[in-house]
């Protein structure tokens, strides 16, 4: 029976060395809460690295213990997790996906080296437990290398990929100094997820400047594959959280700490050490609440939990230092004999203890400078069962996307989260309460199961789509069905784009000449008696007419504007207006002065605007911006608006390749029809062509035709493959 394969960098149990025996004991956390049903059913498996150095005389005790709770070990050495995990992991991606690659990033060699034979290590142990039909669910920044080392050995598999930190904008993304690879990296899973959609645009953005491969929408094409890109929200167990606050070991200690804040509120912020978390901004905030009303004193209690991670790290040691300093120096300033502003823990609490503070807290303070998610905010909404408490958000959590009726602020602005302090302490217990009860009913939907279910379900649905392309994709067996299909007849005619479908397109569009591939394969169609070769493209009478109009070939140039039957002269369509031009040209010469690297190709009966040369980004907005203002002034002067690869085209109305194509097909009873082209003009042709007619796309894009091939370079093996063909006798 197929298997789900989780694989994150830990697993999700942490293990006790007693007495040269280990102990493993499950961990607490949003990842290991939220998968720790599916990896034990099923035969569900999660790989994953043990969480400390085990002795090889060790190994084998060690994987017994943990095949037990169907977990599969990747043993790392000392030098892994030093130049692995704390180097390029924490050195490297943690810092530039938060925005602190200035501050904190090191972009050492050996780091990045380590990186790629860890990712190794943990794709030798999936291989070994990969079976056909299983599904690989990958985990975080520590693998991005992962999906297209298992994916380049077995084509094949259902991989997915989560990210739960935040994607970094390309203009962050960028200096790393192996961005490619980490991308290319990312690109074999089949669905990649963020937690939130600015994540999924930073994502698409990075790869559309860094790499050689369409997107469309938030589908990417790599090679034979699609990969899909889309936002999943992370939940919690809220059954879990709202459960809690019921126990009587909770319910004991909300009272204790009802005791002892008896007439104090009480401000909650819970976070594992780290300099995104903005626990220093949010001192400064709290001793600038103080500072601006002295009412405050004694009446309200900072409660901070800073659970210890990396402390061994120079710049956490720091921070932990000043975290400590300012605590200090707060308190010292504005104690009172019977009030202490700051109640400070620096360790991880029991989470029963966690709960009770949930429970009793009437705010809690999330403000990070960036986090992925944060579901600390969700398991405070989750424990308020009595709808009340009020939540302060930093707009730089993924949750705020989510949490909109938590207060929000930007956790830079400390004098913005000193008053949004003093809202939640002021807030009347209905808004509270009205408040409360929709982010409640959120979390309890929008739960960890709830995560899991979507993501799986949309993994599935992308590995449908990628066969049902397949189908439709002109590799083996269909090629073999076309070729035996012409093969059998005797009267064909075969419609060719030029741009983008034989040829592949070039920054000067003046230099994309056909080569000698090209003219022997036209040659070699051209020459059998029984086909007829049609050029149909957008490109100049004249473009056309150098490079073919000595070959046997017909040409049909500007969309059909022009004509050139073999041994002949060009004739064009008469009694077109050309008058419009004048009004569009000084239109497109605006948006030519606006965007550097675009100009303006002029055709008998259209305009063109090409960008190709255009920065990236800059040149789709024009391009957007061009189109809505030419929207209504072309349908007014009876014209068509044409986006195309790169180019915006207005033509005449009467001008389209489809036409253009029945004109031949109608001459003569054609028992065999084809068509291959690339863009949106080529849609005409597709649509006015008789259901028998073999028509393909070049591209994965939405079509009318029955198939599509990918580049140009499949095209010219079909036309290979056609000519090499024994004609009918």
């Not at 043993?75 to 501050?103: C, K, M, R």
């Not at 600390?376 to 989510?402: I, Q």
């Not at 008053?419 to 217990?429: R, S």
Request: with cysteine.
């Amino acid at each position: 029976m197929p298997k789900t394969i989780i694989v994150s960098n830990r697993l999700p149990v942490k293990i006790k060395e007693t007495d040269s025996e280990y102990q493993l004991v499950p961990s607490e956390g949003g990842l290991a809460t939220g998968l720790g049903t599916v990896y034990k059913q099923n035969g569900n498996v999660w790989i994953g690295w043990p969480g400390q150095v085990i002795e090889p005389d060790k190994t084998e005790q060690v994987t017994s213990q943990l095949k037990e709770l169907s977990l599969l070990p990747v043993y790392l050495t000392q030098e892994d997790i030093s130049e692995f995990y704390e180097g390029f992991s924490n050195d490297v991606l943690w810092p530039v996906f938060h925005y602190y690659a200035s501050t904190y990033t090191t972009y050492n060699p050996s780091h990045w080296e380590y990186y790629k034979s860890v990712n190794q290590k943990f794709k030798d142990v999936i291989l070994e437990n990969l079976e056909d039909g299983d599904t690989v669910w990958i985990h975080d920044y520590q693998l991005l290398l992962l999906p297209a080392l298992i994916r380049q050995v077995r084509a094949d598999v259902s991989i997915g990929f989560f990210l739960h930190i935040p994607f970094p904008s390309h203009e962050m993304f960028r200096l790393i100094p192996w961005r490619n690879e980490l991308l290319e990296g990312m690109l074999g899973a089949d669905l990649i997820g963020f937690h939130t959609f600015d994540d999924v645009r930073h994502f698409l953005s990075s790869v559309s400047r860094l790499l050689p491969v369409p997107i469309s929408s938030n589908i990417i094409t790599s090679g034979e594959r699609t990969i899909v890109v889309e936002s999943f929200p992370m939940g919690i167990d809220e059954k879990k959280y709202s459960g809690l606050p019921q126990t009587s070991e909770v319910k004991e200690q909300a009272l204790q700490i009802q005791d002892i804040f008896i007439d104090n509120k009480i401000i909650l912020s819970v976070d594992r050490l780290d300099y995104s978390k903005g626990i220093l901004q949010r001192l400064q905030a709290f001793e600038l609440l103080l500072n601006d009303h002295p009412e405050y004193i004694g009446k309200v209690t900072l409660y901070m939990v800073v659970v210890p991670s990396r402390d061994t790290v120079a710049s956490y040691a720091y921070l932990r230092d000043q975290i400590d300093k300012k605590v200090g120096n707060v308190n010292a300033r504005y104690r009172t004999i019977d009030w202490t502003p700051i109640t400070y823990y620096y360790r991880s609490l029991p989470i029963e203890m966690l709960s009770a503070l949930y429970s009793t807290a009437d705010v809690c303070l999330v403000n990070p400078m960036r986090d992925g998610m944060n579901l600390v905010s969700k398991e405070y909404v989750a424990s308020r069962t009595n709808n009340d408490g009020v939540l302060v958000l930093s707009e730089m959590a993924g949750a705020s996307k989510e949490l909109i009726d938590a207060l929000i602020v930007n956790p830079n602005n400390v004098t913005q989260v000193k008053d949004a302090i003093i809202e939640a302490l002021n807030m009347p217990l209905a808004e509270q309460q009205r408040r409360m009860s929709q982010m409640r009913q959120l979390v309890a939907k929008f739960n960890v199961k709830h995560w899991v279910h979507i993501f799986m379900e949309r993994l599935q649905e992308v590995k449908l789509m990628q066969r049902s392309m397949q189908t439709r994709h002109v590799h083996s067996v269909t090629a073999k069905s076309i070729i035996n299909r012409y093969r059998g007849t005797s009267k064909r005619i075969i419609f060719l784009d030029y741009d983008g479908t034989l040829v592949g397109f070039k920054a000067n569009v003046n230099q994309a000449s056909p080569d000698a591939e090209l003219y022997h394969l036209l040659t070699q169609l051209s020459s059998d008696p029984h086909n007829q070769v049609v050029i149909i493209s957008g490109r100049k009478h004249d473009n056309l007419g150098d490079w073919f109009g000595d070959k046997n070939i017909y040409l049909v140039a500007e969309h059909g504007a022009w004509f050139k039957e073999q041994g002949s002269d060009w004739h064009k369509i008469n009694g077109l207006s050309t008058a419009w031009k004048k009004d569009l040209y000084s239109i497109f010469e605006k948006y030519v002065d606006r965007t550097p690297g675009s100009f303006i190709e002029e055709k008998t009966y259209s305009l063109a605007w090409h960008y190709r040369k255009a920065e990236a980004g800059l040149g789709e907005l024009r391009a957007n911006e061009l189109m809505n203002t030419l929207k209504f002034l072309a349908t007014d002067k009876g014209l068509q608006l044409l986006p195309g690869d790169k180019v915006v085209e207005v033509k005449n109305m009467e001008i389209n390749k489809g036409k253009a194509a029945l004109s031949l097909v109608e001459q003569t009873d054609y028992d065999f029809i084809m068509a291959l082209g690339d863009d949106f003009t080529d849609e005409d042709l597709f649509k006015a062509l008789p259901d028998s007619a073999i028509t393909i796309k070049v591209g994965t894009g939405a079509s009318l035709a029955k198939f599509f091939v990918r580049n140009p370079t499949e095209v010219r093996g079909i036309l290979a493959s056609l000519g090499e063909s024994v004609p009918v006798s």
